[in-house]
């Protein structure tokens, strides 16, 4: 008997509170990484009505307006209209920003130091990372959260552009898609939820979100005739964003992975430089689950990596092919310690993380995407991968 069930995922709109506070962090980890490729950076933010706070641990060379930097991201997610309470020119913001711990700093430095077992970089903090890939899509994620990252991305195409005056930085999106035999059939409901101005009607809302974002993101052949469609279901979304709901970095870390098709690990990507293993790692874990999925030795592939503050080398690296593989998952383990360097020092080098880049990947996912500056999406290790199975 087939085996049938539904899976969903959300994306937010950029002007979610959560990942206005994703972006400001990272506008700041880029901002540092522009001058000084050597910052330190753990940025947390938190928005709420009109106020800013930046909180946590910096250390750079790099000299420049924090409260610019802040405002400019703000402003350019378009948080400019005159009846919006969190507002970029508007805002209050308080800096809580100090300098990174000592004691942190000499775990990941290169260098010696008491104690220490090495003196190679080793990784910021201890934990656990996972990266994930498989073959529902063209960008080799699961179905349901690229199609709600999609919508995501065409609704904010089409507010930058002006194409509805009404439209408003915070939004929602979800997909649920029917799987028969762990393969996408067709999408049984979608749920697109957009903050507006006040004088915009349902019926223009619900008909310009249809036509325009739903039928322009999503495959004519998942949607079926029993597909469900829900727009503002609560009839009314004119208040929203810090003003409507409070925000945090880190808060949206299922939107930013593999909308729960994968597992997460333990920690929030915005906001840290590479030296967080929490980032850096993920980035290859996703790098080495795409590569493998690519390189025809599995249709759905996790890769689990885990570390210890201050140590190089990953204390354990595990993969799960989910009984899809066409070589022993032994192979492939060991093909991935061969192909793959997975020291934090050589993670960084590889996928050239020492640029000011981050803001590419604060919104609609930070994997699944094919601007040339994301590394990790590269499938160039597929002939690498292939000669050492062999």
Known sequence: MAKSYIFSSESVGEGHPDKVSDTISDAILDACLAQDRNSRVACETFVKSNVVCVGGEITTKAKFDYEQVIRKAIRDIGYVNDDDVFHADKVFIN???????????????????????????????QGLMFGYACDETSELMPAPIMYSHRLGRQLTKLRKAGKAKWLRPDAKTQVSVQY????????????????????????????????????????????????????????????????????????????????????HGGGAFSGKDPSKVD?????????????????????????QFAYAIGYPKPVSVHVDTFGTNTVAEGKIVRAVNKVFQL?????????????????LTTNYGHFGKNQKDITWEKTDKIAALQRVIK
Do not use: W
């Open 95 to 125: 800096n809580y920003l100090t300098a990174q711990s000592p004691d942190i700093a000499q775990g990941v430095d290169a260098r010696k130091a008491t104690g220490k077992a090495t003196a190679e970089q080793g990784a910021g903090d």
């Open 180 to 263: 028969v035999d762990n393969r996408p059939v067709k999408i049984t409901n979608v749920v697109v939820s957009t903050q507006h101005a006040a004088e915009a009607s349902n019926k223009v809302i619900r008909d310009f979100i249809t036509r325009e974002v739903i039928e322009k993101s999503i495959p004519k052949k998942m949607l079926a005739r029993d597909t469900q469609i829900l727009i503002n279901p609560t009839g009314r979304f004119v208040v929203g964003g810090p003003e409507g709901d409070s925000g945090l970095t880190g808060r949206k870390i299922i939107v930013d992975t593999y909308g729960g098709m994968g597992r």
């Open 279 to 303: 980032r850096s790692a993920a980035y290859m874990g996703r790098y080495v689950a795409k590569n493998i999925v690519a390189a025809g030795l599995a249709t759905r592939c996790e890769i």
């Open 343 to 359: 020291k934090p020092a050589d993670i960084v080098k590889h996928l050239k993380l020492l640029r000011p880049i981050y803001s």
